[in-house]
C-alpha cells in the first residue's frame, strides 16, 4: 500500500473502538419485521450520524402506503457527502430491518455482547454490520484531508425483507437519488455481482368444512391441497437440469414454507393456505415462470368437484444481473480484497436475492460486499446466535475505505456507469 491508504487503514484501526460501539448501539435496537415498526431505528441512527457532524435526510414513506403494503413505519435515511467536480456519485446501501430472532438463542438477540472476538445480535451479521462498515469508511476516506472527486451517499432503508419496494425503490421511484454506482450490504467475502430472482405466492386452496364423522358431506381442502403440493415437489427434479451460467448459482429451486389450514382435528378442512417460494436464476424469465407455476397448481387439482382456487402473489423479485459498467468497481473491490485479506477474492453470483437489484433494474452498476464471515451460514444468519466476527469488521471496513479511495480520489478517474 501506498503512504495515503496506510493512513486511510490506521485510522481505521484507531477509531475501531467507536466502530464497534456504533455497530452495537444499532444491533441493540429492535427492528423485527413483521411488524416493521422501524422508524424509530432509522430517527436513533439519524440522531448519531448528526451527532458526528452530518446531515440527514429523513424520508418517511407516507403511513398508508406502509400499512397497505402490510408493515407499520418506514423512515428511510440518505446522508450525502459531496466532494469535487466530475466524479462519480458511489452509494453504499444497508437495510435495518430483519426477520424476528426465534428461539434458540444462548445471547440475548438484541444485546449485541461480545464474546471471544464476536459481536452476537441479530442482523449483526446480515445487515446492520454494514451501517458501521460504511459509516467508517467514509469517516476513513474524509479523514485523510486529500482533495476527492464526485461523492458518497449513505442509504439506510428498512424494506429489504419485504422486497425493497418501499426501501431503495421508493427513494428511486421518488427521484431522491440516481448514483453511478452503488456497494449495498454484503453476505460473506465474496463480490456479488449478480443474484437469482424470487417469486413468492400464495395458494389458497377452498373447499367445504363438515364433520369429521360425515366426511361424505363436506369437501376436503387438504386432500385438493396434497395434490398440489404433489404436483410442486414432482417438479423439482426437471428444476435440477437447469443450468445458470453465472458462477455461485446453481439452479432453480422451489419450496412450500408455510401451511395453515383446518379448524379442529374432527373437522373435514374447509380451507388450506400454502405459501411458495420459486428462486429463479437470472436466465429465466420471470413472467413466463410465474405462468407456468400457476399453470402446475390449476392443473393438480382440475376436475376436483367443489374446490376452488385463488393464487395471490407475495413477491416478484427480479434479478440482480451483472452489468458492463460495473467493472471499475469489482476490480477496485477484487483488488483491495486482496490485499486486506491476503487472499483472491472471486466475483461471483448468488442463490439469494436482495434489494440490490432495485438498482440495477435501472441501470446502476450495483455490487453486494460488506462486512460479513467467508460464507452466510457461519455467520448463523437469520438463525439463533447471529454474530460477526469483529477481525471480518474491520477487514471490511477497510476493503470499502479503500475502494472509496480508488474510485473518489483525484488520481483516479474510473468510467461512470451511465
Known sequence: MNALQTRLTDWIDAHFDDEVGFLQAVVRIPTDTPPGNNAPHAEAVAD???GAGWPVERHAVPAQQVIDYGLESITNL???????ADGPTLALNAHGDVVPPGEGWTHPPYGAVIEDGYLYGRAAA?????????????????????????????????DEEFGGLLGPGWL???????????????????????????LQLEVTVHGKAGHGAMPDTAVDALQAATRVLNAIYGDLPRLKTIKSGVPGIDSPTMLVGRIDGGTNTNVVPGKVVLKLDRRMIPEEDP????????ALISDAVAGMPGIRLEVKRLLLSQALRPL?????????LRRNAHTVLGEAIPAVGTPLYA???????????????GAGPRTVTEANAKKADERLAL?????ATKVVALTLLDMLGVEAQPAVSR
Open 355 to 369: 434489494d440490490a437489484r432495485l438498482y440495477g433494474e435501472r441501470g446502476i452498476a450495483a455490487v453486494l460486499y
Open 78 to 84: 440518505i446522508v450525502r457527502r459531496p466532494y469535487g
Open 48 to 50: 448519531m450520524l448528526e
Open 287 to 294: 413472467v413466463a415462470v410465474e405462468a407456468q407455476v400457476r
Open 324 to 332: 458492463p459498467g460495473a467493472q471499475p468497481l469489482v476490480e477496485s
Open 391 to 395: 477481525d471480518d469488521l474491520r477487514r
Open 126 to 158: 446480515v445487515s446492520k454490520s454494514d451501517f458501521a462498515t460504511y459509516v467508517f469508511a467514509v469517516r476513513a476516506l474524509e479523514a485523510l484531508g486529500a482533495p476527492l472527486r464526485g461523492g458518497v451517499e449513505l442509504h439506510f432503508t428498512y
Open 172 to 198: 428511486l421511484e421518488q427521484g431522491l437519488t440516481q448514483p453511478d454506482y452503488v456497494i449495498a450490504a454484503g453476505f460473506g467475502y465474496s463480490i456479488i455481482t449478480a443474484h437469482n430472482a424470487c
